[in-house]
């Protein structure tokens, strides 16, 4: 036995019982697994059957289905096994035939066994090659992919690294005048109020003073759409107010996205210390009556981290557990805990769940699930660049069932206790 035949294998699809059992007996006894079918259907159904044989011999002429429709139902498609043809003298006219559709060699009966034997260990490099070249390229095509997805995450982040830092910039820039714009609302709330009484004060006087005026009063009124303006107002001021807090928000978060760029204290924290007081948090932030699960190691875990920038990233992740609760009660649990060089923080929560086309788009920037008017979508975006800043990663996975979010962050080695005891000098 070869380091080429070992564990390779082949099929034998022959109707003839005395040529099955005396290839088989002689491929076994070269140390190759053997495999027997009677007929094409059945040679068909094994090979479609995964793990494909390493080499088919195929009979050219069998009952039913001929070796030549094995290969004419197999088709051209490349395919990670080789396949020898058996045939007879008077069937050599059908060789062409098996080569024109996609098999590999022939052999033809009676045969040598020392020729048998070579063709089939020919076969078998070829196999092998192909199953190498397959693997090559699959590796490839995984590596071109990760590559991609790699590049396209790094002119994202240049992107987003711009636009925080355009906006750290210019954020004095917009928050002064839009501090003046949000103080003037609150100006401008009151003396509209005042106008419309004042407004009401005169009409009201003049239909007591000149009562036989009334209907031009109404008139007038109408005719400077004084009902339909107090009626607007209102909500008028409102939408300003609340585009202008909308505004406030973005450049906040968007500052909050230049705090990754900045130079940032990074100390030996303990992750259980941490999360400890962020687990507190959902009692307030969590609908009424939800249950809150938190579980936790005996001993802390040491990692080596900003507690400003991990304190925002968590902070945003638990809050997107609380809002997809919705209204209405449900369970969140936050479990923390060791793996090999990493502390791991999973997050869950019983909400909705999360569509498949959404679940890529989640770390985009801007991109929101929720009521945009209210959410500016930069919260997971900020999380998993500030974990990253830290070596670490989200994955997210969402069902019908709820969100399940894994923070995985590394963690600081475990200080080795030293278990040396002195020696005591002898009696």
């Known amino acids: 036995m070869t380091e080429l035949t070992r564990r390779a294998s082949v099929l034998i699809a022959d109707d003839s019982t005395s040529i099955r059992s005396y290839v088989s007996e002689l491929l076994a006894g070269a140390g190759y697994g053997v495999e027997e079918v009677e007929n094409g259907s059945a040679c068909l159904a094994r090979i479609e059957a995964p793990p494909p044989p390493e080499v088919v011999l195929l009979d050219v002429e069998m009952p039913g289905m001929s070796g030549v429709e094995v290969l004419q139902a197999i088709g051209l498609k490349p395919r990670l096994f080789s396949i020898i043809l058996f045939t007879t003298q008077s069937s050599l006219e059908q060789i062409a035939a098996g080569l024109d559709l996609g098999a590999d060699d022939y052999v033809i009966k009676p045969f040598r066994e020392v020729d048998l034997l070579a063709r089939i260990r020919a076969a078998v490099r070829n196999t ?63 003396y509209t109020g005042a106008l419309l009484r004042y407004a009401d004060d005169l009409a009201r006087e003049l239909r007591v003073l000149e009562p036989e005026r009334e209907t031009a009063i109404d008139d007038l009124q109408r005719t400077h759409r004084i009902r339909q303006i107090r009626k607007d107002l209102p909500d008028l001021l409102q939408e300003t107010r609340d585009g202008g807090q909308r505004i406030a928000l973005i450049v906040q978060q968007l500052a909050q996205l230049e705090l990754g760029l900045s130079n940032h204290a990074m100390t030996e924290l303990d992750l259980v210390l941490l999360l400890q007081p962020l687990v507190d948090m959902l009692v307030v932030l969590a609908p009424p009556g939800t249950k809150v699960a938190w579980s936790q190691p005996e001993h802390g875990i040491a990692i080596q981290g900003s507690l400003t920038l991990l304190n925002t990233a968590l902070i945003a992740l638990l809050k997107n557990a609380c809002e997809a609760l919705g209204e209405h009660p449900g369970s969140i649990s936050v479990s923390v805990s060791c793996r090999p060089e990493l502390a791991e923080i999973v997050i869950s929560d019983s909400g909705a769940g999360i569509s498949e086309q959404h679940l890529h788009s989640l770390f985009d920037p801007f991109f929101t699930t929720k009521t945009p008017d209210s959410h500016v979508g930069l919260g997971l975006t900020i999380a998993e660049r500030f974990i990253s800043g830290h070596g670490g ?3 997210i996975s969402s069902d019908l069932a709820g969100t399940c979010v894994k923070v995985e962050i590394p963690r600081l080695p475990v200080p080795q206790a030293d278990d040396s005891t002195p020696s005591l000098p002898l009696p």
């Open 128 to 190: 092998r090659h192909k199953r190498a070249l397959a693997k090559a390229r699959q590796e490839t095509e995984e590596a071109l992919s990760r590559l991609q997805r790699t590049q396209g995450k790094l002119v994202e982040q240049e992107k987003i690294t711009a636009v925080a830092r355009l906006a750290a910039g210019a954020a004095h820039h917009i928050n002064n005048p839009l501090g003046f714009l949000m103080s003037n609302l609150s100006t401008l709330d009151r």
């Open 393 to 395: 990663r989200i994955a």
